[in-house]
C-alpha cells in the first residue's frame, strides 16, 4: 500500500496549523516534493504559503535553479523570495558558513514577512546521515539526537515535517505527479563529510545499518536528551536565578549534581546570554567546569563564568559588547531593551562599563559583582551616564530583555 506522505507531513501542523507557513526550497527533489505536500494541506486548511530561496552564488548554476524554483512557486500562487549570499570569504568550513547564513538570512526574511514558523526539507536520510556524522566524532546523547522535528533558533520555529520519510519515497511522490527536479551536482562532491556518509550508508546497509536503524537511534537518543533536560530544568529551578541579565547559581547545590545536569545548566546559561545559535563544543565546556571546580574560572562562547563566594556567575563578556552602541528603540547586543524615560535627542545605549561604574558610587548596594554589572546595558549622552537600570540608577528607565527571563529556564527543554 502506498504511503500517504501529506498525512505524515500533516501530522506536524495539526491540530492548529499556523496562518502562515515559510518554506525553504532549493529546487532539489526533497524540498520540492515538500513544497506540494504542504501545498495541498494549506489548500484544505486556510494556510498562506511563503517560499524563499537562498542563492549562495557557489555554483554557476544556482541563479537559474533559484529562478526555476520562482517559477514553480508561481505556477502554484505561492509568493518566492530570493536571498542572495555574498559572504563566502574562501576561509574555513563552506558547508558550515553556507548553513549558517541560511539560517540567518531566512530568519530575517520572517521578521520582514511576518512569518514565526519555516519548514525545511530534511529526510530520514539526512537524519542517517546526520547521526553517522555525530558518531564518528564521539557525539553524546545530544548530538546522536541529531536533527528534532521541531526547533526554536533565531526566533523562529524550524519544523521537518519529512524526517520520517525516505528521499526514494519522495521522488516517487514526484514522478507520480509528473513533477521534475534539480539534482544539485554537489551531492556527489566527496570533498564534504555528508557525501562521504551519503557512501557509506550503501556498504552499511547491508549490515542491517540502514536509514531506518539509524534514524530510530536518533529517536531513541531524544528520548533520553528530553528526559536528561526535564532533570536540568528542574535543578536550575531550584539553584539558579536571573539577575541584571546574568545567571546566578548556588555553587554548592550545583557542584553536587550530576556531571550532565551540570553541564546542560551551564550550556543552557551560555546559549541564553550570547544568543548563539549552537552549543560550544563539549571539550571547552568540561575544560570550564574543571576550572570553577579548581575555584577558578574562564571565558568561553562570549561568556564569563566565575565563582563568588559561594555563587557561580554566568555572564557576558565585556569585549563583545564593549563598542557597541544603539539608538534608544533597538534591541542592545540583540536581547535588551530600554523603555519608560524621556527619549531626548542625542541619547544611545551602550554598555556601562567600568567608566560607568565609577561614576556609581552605590553600585554594590546591588550585591552584583563588578564585572557582571559592566557588561549591563546604559543610556548615554556622549560621555555622560544617564541611566543604568541593572546598577540602581534608573532615572524612570527599566531594562528588560527580549523573551523574558523564563527563555534561559525554558531553553532547558528545548533543542
Not at 530534511?122 to 541529531?146: C, I, K, N, P, Y
Not at 564585572?371 to 541593572?390: G, N
Amino acid at each position: 500500500m502506498p504511503r500517504d506522505l501529506g498525512g505524515e507531513v500533516a501530522r506536524h501542523l495539526l491540530p492548529t496549523p499556523p496562518p502562515a507557513l515559510g518554506v525553504a526550497v532549493s529546487g532539489g527533489g526533497d524540498s520540492v516534493a515538500l513544497l506540494h505536500l504542504l501545498h495541498d494541506f494549506a489548500q484544505t486548511h486556510s494556510v498562506q504559503l511563503h517560499v524563499v530561496t537562498v542563492d549562495h552564488g557557489l555554483r554557476p548554476g544556482a541563479s537559474g535553479e533559484a529562478e526555476e524554483v520562482g517559477r514553480l512557486c508561481g505556477s502554484l500562487s505561492v509568493p518566492h523570495t530570493i536571498l542572495k549570499w555574498t559572504g563566502w570569504d574562501g576561509q574555513g568550513n563552506l558547508q558550515k558558513a553556507a548553513r549558517d547564513a541560511r539560517y540567518r538570512m531566512i530568519a530575517e526574511w520572517t521578521r520582514e514577512t511576518r512569518l514565526q514558523t519555516v519548514a525545511l526539507g530534511h529526510t530520514l536520510d539526512d537524519q542517517a546521515e546526520t547521526v553517522l556524522m555525530r558518531l564518528a566524532r564521539g557525539a553524546g546523547v545530544d548530538g546522536l539526537s541529531a536533527m528534532a522535528p521541531r526547533r526554536l533558533a533565531h526566533g523562529v520555529t524550524w519544523i521537518r515535517p519529512l524526517l520520517g520519510i525516505s528521499r526514494d519515497d519522495l521522488r516517487q511522490e514526484l514522478q507520480d505527479r509528473n513533477v521534475s527536479w534539480i539534482e544539485d551536482p554537489s551531492n556527489e562532491d566527496l570533498r564534504f563529510d555528508r557525501i562521504k556518509m551519503r557512501e557509506a550508508m550503501k556498504v552499511l546497509t547491508p549490515l542491517g545499518i540502514d536509514a531506518e536503524a539509524l534514524g530510530q537511534v536518533a529517536f531513541n537518543m531524544a528520548r533520553a536528551r528530553d528526559a536528561l533536560g526535564w532533570q536540568a530544568f528542574l535543578e536550575a529551578r531550584r539553584i539558579a536565578r536571573v539577575e541584571a541579565g546574568a545567571v546566578r547559581i548556588d555553587w554548592r547545590a550545583y557542584r553536587t549534581l550530576p556531571d550532565e545536569a551540570v553541564r546542560r545548566i551551564l550550556l543552557s546559561a551560555l546559549g541564553w546570554i550570547s544568543g548563539s545559535g549552537y552549543a560550544p563544543r563539549r571539550k571547552p565546556v568540561l575544560a570550564l567546569i574543571d576550572a570553577l571546580k579548581q575555584g577558578s574560572g574562564g571565558t568561553i562562547d562570549g561568556c564569563q563564568a566565575w565563582r563568588d563566594r559561594d555563587a557561580l556567575w554566568i555572564f557576558r563578556e565585556y569585549q563583545p559588547v564593549r563598542d557597541l552602541t544603539c539608538t534608544l528603540d533597538a534591541f542592545w547586543d540583540g536581547r535588551w531593551q530600554l523603555q519608560g524615560g524621556v527619549a531626548e535627542a542625542g541619547l544611545h545605549i551602550a554598555a556601562l562599563g567600568s567608566v560607568g561604574v565609577e561614576q556609581l558610587p552605590d553600585w554594590r548596594a546591588t550585591g552584583r559583582p563588578r564585572d557582571v554589572l559592566r557588561v549591563t546595558p546604559a543610556i548615554w549622552r556622549e560621555t555622560e551616564l544617564v541611566a543604568a537600570p541593572m546598577a540602581g540608577f534608573r532615572n524612570g528607565w527599566h531594562a528588560r530583555i527580549a523573551g523574558g527571563e523564563e527563555a534561559f529556564f525554558a531553553a532547558l527543554l528545548s533543542h
